[in-house]
């Protein structure tokens, strides 16, 4: 039997599917067009159209990005910063979607963190702390207060 051949159009339709159902970026889209075999001069047009479209949009993926690592996986600013930069984000966007950061939930969130691990040596709660992506500032700040 023949493997079916998709065309640019039915490629397009599955992308904007998958945008439906989740904030996704531009890389994510990609690597999915990828992962599905999708011809690779593709990539590019499909995910403009997404843009035109909105169902791509940088400043709603950076601010639900941060939002879900800050309540969800309780980062810290630097490396939720990173995992934008590595899906090459606006840096604009991110640093935006940054400020709007909810600051009650990331410092409940550092002291939460702080607390679980009390029993720890302070250089072995620094380290975890800081793999996190919590500034040693931040850390200084909550430990001191």
Known sequence: MEKHELSKA????????????????AA?????????GA???????????LYERDFLNDARFCNAYVHD??????????KI????????LPEREIQEALKNLDETVYFS?????IEEHRCDSEEKRLRFLAQR????DEIHQ???T
């Open 109 to 113: 969130n550092l002291m939460k963190l």
């Open 133 to 136: 992506g919590f500034t040693f």
């Open 39 to 49: 011809p690779a001069d593709f990539s590019d047009e499909i995910a403009q159209i």
């Open 10 to 25: 039915e490629w397009l339709d599955k992308c904007e599917a998958y945008c439906a159902r989740a904030e996704h970026c």
């Open 69 to 78: 690592k800050v309540e969800y996986q309780r980062w810290g600013r630097v």
């Open 28 to 36: 994510d889209v990609r690597r999915k067009l990828y992962e599905w």
């Open 142 to 144: 909550v430990l001191h």
């Open 81 to 88: 910063q990173a995992g934008l930069r590595a899906l090459q």
